[in-house]
């Protein structure tokens, strides 16, 4: 496993491990925290992506690589690796965890992916369970925080099961967590996004041809004047997306606040979609019900 270009501590109090950096939120986010002064962990799969973040030139800024959450004996030999350079630097544990990494791709859940779902379930869900797992005695050691970026995704959406399930669960996991770690002080944040300019928000429309293409056409035939219409409300939506460095500025707050909220709404339509979720659930669904 390996570390690039590792620093010597400059002073710098906490450090960071982001998951799922190559682009969109983690990057964004990885970049302001080293900025603002943490040494940050930025997580990639691929040693293309890390060394791109390498030649940044951003002297808090460590780049690991590979990471793919689906794969257990990676994400052991980052917590041994990250924990030997936190030792190495003086460090008392790992101030926090970003839990970022995850994609999926829109479809009816009729129409959907299984062995994509199953990565998409495996990585975000399973994953960042292994990560906290792995990472929070670090985290206790150092009095620190878990942090979830996350859709609001307490409401039936159609079309984006295969993303909002694992957030979903996510929900549940981190709601949980805050009550389990309370003893220790470990605040679990939640960073709900809404629409976000991402590399893989922006691809919902091609996303969508795609699925039209190769689903069963006997099938894709009963969905595709809904799709294509989504589709289209969709590419107007993509104009409208907020920057990820907002998402990251967010991050930072939540870092660095003396008492963190538990919940950070941010994003395009975040705010309606917290509404929603604040209804009482039959009525959030016959709303939704009747949108579509």
Request: proline residues 5%; aromatic residues 6%; contains cysteine.
């Amino acid at each position: 496993m390996e570390l690039h270009d590792p620093i010597e501590q400059q002073g710098v109090a906490k450090s960071v491990l982001i998951t799922g950096c190559s682009s969109g939120i983690g990057r964004a986010t990885a970049i302001r925290l080293a900025e603002h002064g943490f040494t940050v962990f930025a997580t990639v799969r691929k040693q293309a992506h890390a060394e791109e973040l390498r030649q940044l030139g951003i002297a808090n800024l460590v780049p690991v690589c590979p990471l793919d959450l689906i794969d257990r004996g990676q994400i052991s030999a980052v917590a041994e690796s990250v924990g030997a350079e936190l030792r190495r630097r003086g460090e008392p544990g790992l101030y926090a965890l970003v839990n970022n990494a995850g994609g999926g791709t829109p479809a009816p859940v009729e129409l959907m992916d299984l062995d994509e779902f199953q990565r998409e379930l495996q990585a975000r869900v399973l994953g960042s369970v292994a990560m906290v797992q792995a990472f929070l005695p670090s985290i206790r050691q150092a009095g620190g925080r878990l942090v979830w970026i996350m859709t609001p995704a307490l409401m039936p959406t159609p079309y984006v099961t295969g993303i909002h399930a694992c957030d979903f669960a996510l929900n549940c996991v981190a709601r949980t967590l805050d009550i389990e770690l309370k003893a220790w002080g470990i605040a679990n944040i939640m960073v709900r996004c809404g629409g976000i300019r991402t590399p893989a928000g922006l691809r919902t429309t091609s996303d969508v041809e795609a699925l039209l293409r190769k689903g069963s056409p006997e099938r894709v035939a009963l969905y595709e004047k809904a799709l294509r219409e989504w589709g289209r409300e969709m590419a107007a939506f993509d104009r409208k997306r907020t920057e990820p460095e907002v998402v990251a500025e967010t991050v930072l707050k939540a870092l660095t606040a003396r008492t963190a909220k538990r919940r950070y709404s941010v994003g395009y339509m975040a705010g309606a979609a917290g509404l929603l979720e604040a209804l009482p659930q039959p009525a959030a669904d016959w709303i939704l019900r009747m949108r579509f």
